[in-house]
């Protein structure tokens, strides 16, 4: 089992997919989302994932993560056991400045809203954050997939930060250091 480390943002423009290398179609369910502690199951381009998740540290960057291919055949069957609720969402792959950053824009009842994570190898860790990162979310349990599954990003009352489509020049906008 390894530990993830990550942060979280909030995207701000569709720049990111002048940067992308890679796209792919994700559906997920969960068969528990117990507050801290959830077991995934994921269909990503054909193939099937299970992940057992634990719970989060206080701030919410890092958690234990267990994540095994399975058979495309077996996650279409456990999807079937899964809570109620399914997240499904395209995501993309932005290489900048030494990190692989994974933009997620979400369909269906989470349409509009497009999240940003970065992979870290510690806490400390600097990253240099490109010009489509907004707002940083991360450990704010609202944004986590299996909170969306139960709490759809558009029934929210407030309608959380929606993200404009800009064109790929603000990429040229500049960047932001974080530590």
């Not at 994540?67 to 499904?88: H, S």
Request: hydrophobic share 30%; with cysteine.
């Amino acid at each position: 089992m390894s530990q993830e480390i990550e942060r979280k943002f909030l995207v701000t423009d569709d720049s990111y997919r002048c940067l992308a290398r890679a796209k792919s179609r994700i559906e997920q369910g969960y068969i528990c989302s117990a507050r801290g502690k959830t077991v995934r199951v994921r269909i990503r381009d054909n193939k099937g994932y299970l992940t057992i998740k634990g719970p989060s540290n206080a701030a919410g960057t890092s958690r234990y993560e267990w994540e095994q291919e399975i058979p495309l055949a077996d996650a279409e069957e456990l999807m079937k056991l899964c809570e109620p609720g399914r997240i499904e969402k395209y995501r993309y792959l932005a290489d900048y400045a030494g990190h692989v950053f994974e933009v997620d824009e979400f369909h269906g009842e989470n349409e509009g809203l497009v999240i940003a994570e970065v992979e870290l190898c510690s806490e400390t860790e600097s990253v240099e954050l490109p010009a489509f990162i907004g707002k940083e979310v991360t450990g704010q349990i609202r944004y986590y997939n299996s909170f969306l599954m139960k709490q759809p990003y558009t029934t929210w009352k407030d309608g959380g930060e929606k993200t404009d489509d800009t064109s790929c020049e603000l990429i040229e906008k500049g960047v932001k250091t974080i530590r």
